[in-house]
Nanobody
Framework: QVQLAESGGGLVQAGDSLTLSCKSY????????MGWFRQAPGEAREFLAA????????WYADSAKGRFTISREIAKNTGRLQMNNLKPEDTAVYYCAVGQGGYSEYNYRLWGQGTRVTVSS
C-alpha cells in the first residue's frame, strides 16, 4: 500500500533544473512535516529540506540553501523539491518522508520508495 509516492527523477545534465514531487496518500495532520532526503551510493542518507504542512515553515540543510526550494500544495497533498543548477554530486536517490520535521531522519516515521536523480557532467 503506497503511502508516499515520489516522482520527477531522471537523467539530467549539469546546470539543469528538476522538480521532484511527493504525493501523500495519508491524512496529513497540521503538525506533520514533509522532508526530502537523498542517499548517494556508499553514503549516508542526507537531509535536504523540510516543510511544516500547516504553517509552511521550512528547514534547509546548508548544502541545499540557494539551489533547492521546498514547497507544498495542500489541496493536492503534494510536496515538491525544486532543484536548480544541478551538479554531478547531486546524483543520488531522493526520498520524501513525513514526520514531525526538523533535520534528523529519525524524526520521520513514513518514507517513500525514492526516485533516482542522475546528473551527468
Amino acid at each position: 500500500q503506497v503511502q508516499l509516492a515520489e516522482s520527477g527523477g531522471g537523467l539530467v545534465q549539469a546546470g539543469d533544473s528538476l522538480t521532484l514531487s511527493c504525493k501523500s496518500y495519508l491524512h496529513t495532520s497540521g503538525s506533520d512535516a514533509m522532508g526530502w532526503f537523498r542517499q548517494a551510493p556508499g553514503e549516508a542518507r542526507e537531509f535536504l529540506a523540510a516543510v511544516r504542512w500547516s504553517t509552511g515553515i521550512t528547514w534547509y540543510a546548508d548544502s541545499a540553501k540557494g539551489r533547492f526550494t521546498i514547497s507544498r500544495e495542500i489541496a493536492k497533498n503534494t510536496g515538491r523539491l525544486q532543484m536548480n543548477n544541478l551538479k554531478p554530486e547531486d546524483t543520488a536517490v531522493y526520498y520524501c518522508a513525513v514526520g514531525q520535521g526538523g533535520y534528523s531522519e529519525y524524526n520521520y516515521r513514513l518514507w517513500g520508495q525514492g526516485t533516482r536523480v542522475t546528473v551527468s557532467s
